[in-house]
């Protein structure tokens, strides 16, 4: 039994009971042995009504957090199972709960709490972002400890379960109720990240506001309708995050991050919609007054100032050392004028992928801009989508950056959403349309090779993807385009022979067809490539050694596939 002063396991001496659960006793221990302090969790057989249940959730609780490591997750050194209680050893975090800061301060400050929430944040996106993901479930003040360098911890992973994608719903319901999503009281879906994201809600909720929602009124105002002196942008973020339906909620944790990074820009989203609604009262005041010639006036003066800051900031940008400020002075231009694309081409092509590297985080960061909303009724990517030609321009260089420099290698199935708007386009320039056109084709059988319908065939037909791999690489792309595209083009036909050779055999393609394409190749990179001027760029000498590589692979595979289909 364990007790002040006992031996534990034969090293861990218990010195003090540091705090009671409704069913565990946490013992602050020290390991004789090495001289450590650690925090010993006791969960005694009597304690709990339904003891097997819960000692199997601890079991899960510590197989999962030993797994884990990230500095805002305990670490956990053992467990013991005793005839009478289960024992669990983690590390000894200094500090109390955001629960008890709750009940000594009451109302906390707002700067703390939105610095906590981005720890939050990442230790619930990493969570999230295991295979499978982790999702918590019981975020709430007296599961978060505050340690005194000013981090937290997220401690308790007792209703913690791993997200299964076939499941309908969750089995049963587990979370503490005021913090829990709709969600998981059952029959309203399987709880996923969006569940975290409404928990981390409530949270922030109840730190912001001293409002705990587990009591009465058992419901979340608008968090400057307790007290105004609150941020405009904070209250945004929380109602987001507590919106009933998940599909209204944030999807992840780093759009969450994204706007608790931004929010004092949001307060100035806020005050601009607020200075315009002062500004439209006022000017039907002065129109009894004076004649409407002076609104005109007024509304395109207005217009020419905003225009005027939104190309001042793109300058700035431009002149801004490091990678960081520059991208923030982007998006600040994006949030001024959403509708006009030079700052997202800005910070496609001069930030993101100035190393040659569309980087996942930056992914997400991009994404996260675009359906940032602008108004009630549209995203900033709405907005954009009104400008029909600046779009398309967007979206060409979104899919291109996909295509060519996703996590360095190039993702094609993600490029195919932007390159189909900039295919289909009647402003791009000529040559961006029929490249849009080429890449857009390899990248939508990139979603479909390999995938079966319902009935169990494949979905690609592959007599149909040889023929398209041919149009494709028609003509003097090279001149047409431009080096590097044809280069693509020409590698990513002699990697399909390469690859999917039986395939195009079983699909009825000739030898002879297939060796002519290579042979054409060949002749198109010997004759029109190696003769170009940036044919000893770096990027250019590297992709012509792939694809002179890639010829002698084909030819080999071509002659393998026919040998194989004559039984050879």
């Known amino acids: 039994m364990v007790g002040v002063g006992s031996l534990v396991d034969g090293k861990y001496r218990i010195l003090h009971k540091i705090g ?34 819960v000692r199997q959730s601890l079991i899960v609780e510590t197989e999962m957090l030993k797994s884990l490591s990230h500095p805002y997750l305990p670490s956990i050194v053992d467990i013991i199972d005793e005839e009478d209680s289960i ?26 709490v939105i610095e906590w929430a981005k720890q939050l944040c990442d230790v619930l996106g990493y969570l999230h972002t295991r295979k499978p993901a982790i ?70 909720y109840h730190l912001v506001t001293g409002r705990n929602p587990c009591q009465p009124p058992f419901e979340f105002f608008p968090i400057r309708d307790i007290n105004p002196q609150l941020s405009r942008g904070l209250e945004k973020i929380i109602a987001k995050c507590l919106r009933n339906n998940p599909d209204e909620r944030y999807s ?54 905003e225009k005027n800051s939104y190309k001042k900031m793109i300058v700035e940008a431009e002149g801004t050392d490091g990678a960081p400020k520059q991208a923030a002075t982007y998006q600040e231009a994006i949030t001024l004028n959403p509708s006009e694309p030079d700052a997202y081409l800005k910070l496609i092509n001069s930030v993101y992928l100035a190393d040659d590297n569309f980087s996942p985080e930056e992914d997400q960061e991009l994404r996260t801009i675009l359906i940032t909303p602008y108004d009630d009724k549209r995203t900033f990517e709405d907005v954009l989508m009104e400008n029909k030609a600046g779009y398309e321009e967007v979206a060409y260089n979104i899919g291109l950056a996909y295509y060519y420099d996703y996590n360095e290698d190039g993702n094609k199935a993600m490029a195919v959403k932007w390159l189909g708007a900039a295919a289909g386009s009647e402003n791009l320039d000529e040559n961006k349309v029929v490249r849009a056109e080429r890449l857009g084709k390899i990248a939508e059988y990139y979603s479909e090779l390999g995938r079966v319908n319902k009935t169990g065939d494949l979905k690609a037909d592959y007599l149909g993807y040889w023929d398209d791999l041919k149009f494709i690489t028609e003509g003097d792309i090279a001149e047409i385009d431009n080096t590097t595209t044809a280069l693509m083009i020409y590698k990513e036909m002699v990697g399909q022979i390469n690859t999917h050779s039986i395939d195009f055999v079983k699909a009825g393609v000739a030898k002879e067809d297939m060796t002519g394409q290579i042979k054409l190749i060949e002749t198109a990179l010997n004759e029109k490539i190696l003769v170009r001027e940036d044919a000893k760029s770096e990027r250019v000498t590297g992709l012509i050694a792939e694809l002179t590589d890639g010829i002698e692979k084909a030819k080999g595979a071509v002659e393998r596939a026919y040998k194989s289909s004559a039984g050879e």
């Not at 409704?22 to 339904?50: D, H, P």
């Not at 669990?88 to 009451?106: F, H, P």
């Not at 706007?259 to 006022?282: I, M, N, P, Q, W």
């Open 20 to 53: 009671q659960g409704g069913m565990s006793t946490v013992y602050l221990a020290l390991n004789e042995r090495a001289g450590k302090q650690w925090a010993i969790k006791e969960v005694r057989k009597n304690g709990v009504s339904n003891y097997q249940v």
């Open 87 to 112: 024992l669990i050893v983690m590390d000894y975090i200094e500090g109390n709960t955001l629960g008890k800061a709750l009940e000594i301060y009451g109302v906390l400050s707002q700067e703390y």
């Open 135 to 204: 999702i918590y479930r019981d975020l709430k003040p007296d599961n978060i400890m505050l340690r005194p360098d000013g981090t937290i911890t997220l401690i308790d992973f007792g209703t913690a379960r791993t997200f299964k994608e076939q499941n309908v719903s969750d089995t049963t319901y587990l979370g503490t109720r005021g913090y829990a999503a709709p969600e998981q009281f059952g029959g309203y879906g399987q709880t996923d990240a969006r569940t975290d994201i409404y928990c981390l809600g409530a949270t922030l």
């Open 252 to 305: 992840s944790c780093a759009e969450v991050l994204y706007d608790l990074e931004h929010y004092k820009e949001l307060d100035t989203v806020y005050r601009k919609k607020e200075a315009r609604k002062v500004f439209s009262f006022g000017m039907c005041a002065c129109l009894s007054i004076f004649c409407a010639g002076s609104s005109v006036y007024t509304s395109v003066k207005a217009k020419d100032l």
